[in-house]
């Protein structure tokens, strides 16, 4: 989803191994908290956070492993 703030959404499919909560303890089994939005009605989607280069260069990373995996 297009962001004009500080944070963008990531959304994922309802792909077995693969979905939002799958993510979700992916990256924080490294130390990656990102924000479930199932209270919002989007249970697919993460809230990522956008903070220094060096974090974002990771959380891209851990999600293109997740992605490959």
């Known amino acids: 989803t297009p962001s004009a703030g ?5 959304h994922f499919q309802e792909t077995a191994g693969k979905t939002a909560a799958d ?3 992916f990256l924080t089994e490294r130390g990656l908290i990102v924000r479930p939005l199932v209270p919002y009605n989007l249970p697919n989607a ?5 903070g220094l280069a060096d974090d974002n260069r990771k959380i891209v990373a851990a999600l293109t492993d997740f992605m490959a995996g």
């Open 6 to 10: 500080n944070f963008v959404l990531v």
């Open 46 to 50: 993460l809230r990522v956070t956008a």
């Open 23 to 25: 993510a979700d303890r």
